[in-house]
């Protein structure tokens, strides 16, 4: 199975891709993930991302492209895999097709989640995430047990530096101009699928299994 995970910075793409993961044994790709640990190495690949990365801005398009392709040639993504955060342009849309093509492959699924920018803005300037698992909280919605230390590892928390509300804002601003419109590429092939990604995490993923069943 190939899915895409469309939706705007903090519809929960991270989230819902790693309880998929989990019950359908295929991969997460997350060019965030990716681009982040980039950083932490202090590769010169994460060097060039970051200052696009801390303003909110998307990394230009040759850098992921080639990130992806890497990334495709990986044999542990043969049983399939969830794209999360990727593409986001047209350009990139473009690539995967060819990517894709080069492979003689095809995608199975376009799922949208859909959450108004009200609620996006409360998500992420209230999460935190383990720097070691990656695991996902929520100050609000899903707290660790023990302030700023991850329950699976006990590893410290971080807050993303592209997690205030002022990049927040931008992050969604450039989502609406260059990632929405790749609705308009995927709906022609008949893969798109909306997913409303109100209510909690379990009630979102039942909307999920209801399309990927
Ligand atoms: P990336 O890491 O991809 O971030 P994003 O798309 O902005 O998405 P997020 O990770 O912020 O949100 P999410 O939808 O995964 O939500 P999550 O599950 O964490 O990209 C970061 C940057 O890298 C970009 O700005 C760009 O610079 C660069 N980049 C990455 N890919 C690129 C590409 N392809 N091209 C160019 N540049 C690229 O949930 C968010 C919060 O909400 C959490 O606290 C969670 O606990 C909470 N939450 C989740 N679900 C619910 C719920 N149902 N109710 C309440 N809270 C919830």
Redesign the pocket.
Known sequence: MRII?L????????????MIVKDFQIKQL???????ENRKQGTDLGKE?QK??????????S??LGM?AEEFKKPELEPGYIL??????CP?ADGLDQLLKDQNLNLDHVLV?E?PDS??V???T????CSECGH???????PPQKDGICDHDGSPLIH?S??TEA??VN?LA??KKQ?EPLIDHYDPQGLVRHID?????Q??YNRILAVLK
Do not use: C, H, W
Request: proline residues 5%; without cysteine; glycine residues 12%.
């Open positions: 995970l939706g705007p910075p903090g519809a929960g793409k991270g989230t819902q891709a790693k997350s060019t965030g993930d990716l681009l982040r991302a696009f990365m801390d303003a909110g801005d998307l990394v230009p398009d850098v992921i992806v999360d955060g990727f593409p986001r342009t990139q989640l959450v609620e996006l409360r998500r992420l209230a999460r935190r995430s996902i909280y929520n100050l609000v919605f899903n993303r592209d997690d990049t927040v992050r450039v989502y990632t990604g109100t209510g909690n995490v009630d979102i």
